[in-house]
């Protein structure tokens, strides 16, 4: 790989490309780079026109880490950016917005193994396009567990009469989505997402909660997040690495994979384009037009 390229008309210039991100695989900070590249036109429809939190490990997996959200100073002058005010750092951040392959792969050049979008975009930051159910287990739980919990919640979808979209977190967990379609703003997001996440609660209490803290929850109790449906909060992207041992990736799954058996191990930034050329993008009606969600709360008797 070349230390100078020129990608959408503009001049990228990469540094340290053979610096070890993994060392047990011996995988750098230059494969990073040629996955981007590669996996651009399957995620960049994520990232368009959305906030980032990036994600940063300049020294590899093993070294410590940091979330750089404020595109600072030192990017180029055609790099998009937008400003908005956030409420947890109470001051105007400038982020980054990725709409091209030569800004991902900046991005990615700054040693942002995973990248993590807003769920609303610039043009409507205050109406999400899709809400996501994190299903994040403890140390106690098995990764059956997990995916009895993402079946739980796949069956009070199927009762209030629409889809959601199950991928690997890339990590200990799922992430289900359900298309919103910019319809509704984010409070009316996270209390929709609360429903679901009280139900799945109530089909599974002996190992799932709504307790957000892990001394209080326990070693034992998978935690059903829907606090993730506020502004700002993010979760890794569909296709992005995760900082993981094997270089694990996002990914999304039919429904029919989601069973006892399956762990996130499975897929990874070697293999997940042979999947691509089988099943395309499963993701993509994440995008489209979003719930009815007053019928759907009709359907579940709420």
């Known amino acids: ?80 950016k937008f400003e908005i005010f956030s409420e947890s750092a109470n001051k105007d951040i400038n982020y980054i917005v990725c709409n091209n392959k030569a800004t991902l792969l900046y991005v990615a050049n700054l040693g942002s193994i995973e990248i993590n979008p807003w769920n609303s975009t610039i043009k409507k930051p205050e109406n999400p396009d899709y809400i996501v159910i994190d299903i994040d287990p403890s140390d106690g739980n098995t990764f059956d567990q997990v995916v009895e919990t993402a079946l739980a919640v796949k069956e009070i979808l199927d009762k209030a009469g629409i889809d959601g979209y199950c991928k690997t977190s890339g990590a200990s967990g799922l992430h289900i989505y359900i298309p919103f379609g910019a319809k509704y703003n984010y409070d009316q997001a996270r209390d929709f997402a609360h429903v679901i996440a009280s139900l799945t609660v109530e089909l599974l209490p002996d190992f799932t909660t709504l307790e957000r803290s892990l001394s209080k929850r326990g070693k034992n109790n998978i935690y059903v997040d829907f606090l993730q449906n506020r502004r700002g909060q993010t979760l890794a992207c569909a296709y992005s690495i995760r900082p993981k041992p094997g270089a694990t990736v996002s990914t999304p799954l039919e429904w029919k994979e989601v069973k006892k058996g399956l762990t996130p191990a499975q897929f990874d930034f070697k293999n997940i384009f042979k999947r691509l050329e089988k099943k395309g993008d499963l993701f993509a009606p994440v995008l489209e037009k979003g719930i009815d969600m007053k019928k759907a709360l009709k359907n579940l008797g709420v």
Not at 6 to 35: A, Q, R, S
């Open 1 to 80: 790989m070349e230390n100078t390229v020129t990608v959408d008309k503009h001049t990228l210039e990469f540094t340290n490309l053979d610096k070890i991100y993994w060392p047990k695989e011996k995988y750098t900070k230059g494969d990073v780079i040629l996955y981007y590249e590669k996996i651009a036109s399957y995620i960049l429809p994520y990232l368009k026109n959305r906030p980032l939190s990036l994600l940063r490990h300049p020294n590899g997996i093993e070294q410590p880490a940091f979330f750089h959200k404020d595109v600072g100073d030192s990017a180029p002058k055609w790099i998009q």
